[in-house]
């Protein structure tokens, strides 16, 4: 694999300025361990306790909802061995150069925003390139978060720079503005240090074309080509998060995604549902406030409301969709009413789970389904404890907030389910494999995150869930078989080690 040559120099007022940003002794060391095959664990552990700050948030970040490990990372040579060396070195590379630039306000520079954009490009180009089966997620997380560093470097080495921040008001400097004011732009100086820095090539330059991905050099290496790729997505996410047309953002991020990915507009909404609990969780560890950020919820709704101002074929094409929406919340409506509930969780019981997948099997063999169906099956992981340590009222309180949480997360046209039991389930009727294994990443993270009072005692509460979906039915036996396989998964998940999932690799079932 060879690197684009980029012409890349910082200019002299820059590399001249007393305070321009150097690579801490930590970075370095990592990156001369990323950069030498023949690097072991214990090369790294080594250097890494030279900073037992960044230990610890490698630590928390191992343990976080973003890795999934299902059990508890408390070593380095731990989280190495179930993370990888490579993403245990890029991890330290991103946390280190992190560190060193933290920590001091810059004039008129919105540092708080500076900070919450690195983060968004972060959190979003990992998730997106895990959900996506890329290599490069760690590399992304890197990405990220030194993809805005050219502009922090100007705010601390050139005086000249709060021109550019006078005459941007309120908004986030452009880069267009920087090269009208100055020359050049954010973009390239950060590109540059990089450079300077003897980072990868695959990260200078996907930083340098992120935001302009037409410009890539069509002789690009693929990688760096997929990680622009990523990238700009993830960028088109900053702006959704942290910008002020979040309309033209969700836009442009609708765009991108069925144009790289072929992603629906579900599909992304799901996406970025997952984003806000990393996004936060991630700047805990960073040491990032994140309070001040925009729920999603809030997002999207200003988003929305923009587009209706700005465009009246979108506002018409939005009123459709909202139509459609309350016809088919109407119709889901119309068949809870008809079922009957789990007195105990106010959930859907067997009856009417059996009735609602039925009727889903049918609805593909008359041709009136486009997407795939897809089950989960669910169940309250080590559950006969509950009852014989605390009592049977204790484990029907447990019953009842995995219940109340599923309700909570599912989709209103998901029919969530008691199974029986400890053991619950989730229909739904038109989604994808990604779409499938996201809603079960959110089931299992909210109800991990649910902490139980039972008289006095904190208890917390684990699920594992196993999922199927297919895209063809042959016949009415397919709701068994879709069961099987989904309920075979579920005790995979179980073996190994519960808190997790695990799913069907196909989208069609076999033939009987």
Sequence with gaps: MSDLLLDKTLPDAIQQAENLPSMPAVAVEVLRLTQNDDSTIDDLAKVLSMDPALSAKLLKLSNSSMFNLGSEVTNLNRATMVLGLKTVKLMSLSFSLVGSMQGKQEGRFKFEEYWHRS?????????????????????????????????????????????????????????????????????????????????????????????????????APGDTKELVRIMHMASKCEELFCGRDKGTALQELMSCAAEYYKLNSSEVTEFLEGLEANIAETGA???????????????????????????????????????????????????????????????????????????????????????????????????????????????????????????????????????????????????????????????????????????????SVTISIGGACTTVCHGNKDAAALMKIADHYLYKAKENGRNRCEFFPKTELPKT
Aim: net charge negative.
């Design 285 to 459: 560890t960073l040491a990032i406030d994140t309070d001040g950020m925009p729920s999603m919820q809030e997002i999207v709704a200003t988003a929305q409301t923009q587009l209706v101002r700005v465009s009246l074929g979108v506002a018409t094409e939005a009123k459709a969709a909202e139509n459609k929406a309350i016809q088919l919340e109407s119709r889901n409506a119309e068949l809870r009413d008809r079922a009957h509930k789990d007195k105990l969780t106010g959930l859907p019981n067997r009856a009417s789970f059996d009735e609602f997948l039925d009727n889903c099997i049918h609805q593909r063999l008359n041709g009136n389904a486009k997407q795939a169906l897809g089950l989960l099956m669910i169940d309250v992981d080590k559950f006969k404890v509950f009852n014989d340590t605390h009592g049977h009222q204790v484990g029907d309180e447990v019953l009842q907030l995995v219940g109340r949480t599923m309700a909570e997360v599912v989709r209103d046209t998901d029919l969530a389910a008691r199974y029986g039991g400890e053991e619950f389930s989730v229909v739904m009727p038109q989604t994808t494999s990604f779409g499938l294994k996201s809603l079960a990443e959110r089931i299992r993270s909210a109800i991990e995150a649910q902490v139980l009072d039972a008289g006095g005692q904190k208890l």
């Design 119 to 219: 983060l968004v490009n972060a959190v979003s180009g990992r998730v997106l390139a895990t959900a996506m089966g890329s290599t490069l997620a760690d590399e992304a997380f890197l990405c990220g978060l030194l993809c805005r560093i050219g502009q922090l470097v100007l705010a601390r080495c050139l005086a000249d720079y709060d021109e550019v921040l006078t005459k941007g008001g309120d908004s986030w400097p452009t880069a267009e503005l920087e090269d009208e004011l100055l020359g050049f732009n954010g973009r390239d100086i950060g590109a540059a240090l990089l450079q300077a820095w003897e980072l990868p090539g695959l990260i200078s330059n996907t930083v340098s074309f992120m935001h302009t991905p037409h410009d890539l050099p069509s002789d």
